[in-house]
C-alpha cells in the first residue's frame, strides 16, 4: 500500500494545480462568454472531484492509510 500511497502523494498536487486551472480559465474575460467551454471545464472538474473523493475513501477504508 505504501507503494500506491507514495504515488498518490506525488500526483495530488498536480492534480489538484490542473483543476485549479479550469477555474482560471472560465475567469478569463474572452473565454468566460463561451457558454459550452465554461460548462466543459466545470464537468471536467467535477469528474476530477469525483475521482479524487474515489481514490481517497478507498484508501481510507485500509488500516495502513494515513491522508
Known amino acids: 500500500m505504501s507503494y500506491f500511497r507514495q504515488y498518490l502523494d506525488q500526483i495530488a498536487p498536480l492534480v489538484e494545480d490542473f483543476r485549479g486551472e479550469f477555474?482560471?480559465?472560465?475567469?478569463?474575460?474572452?473565454?468566460?462568454?463561451?457558454?459550452?467551454l465554461v460548462q466543459t471545464c466545470g464537468r471536467i472538474a467535477q469528474t476530477v472531484d469525483r475521482v479524487l473523493?474515489?481514490?481517497?475513501t478507498r484508501f481510507r477504508g485500509v488500516r495502513c492509510w494515513r491522508p
Do not use: A, G, M, Y
Not at 472560465?26 to 473565454?31: G, I, K, S, T
Open 23 to 36: 477555474q482560471e480559465l472560465v475567469q478569463h474575460p474572452q473565454l468566460r462568454q463561451d457558454r459550452d
Open 53 to 56: 473523493h474515489v481514490i481517497n
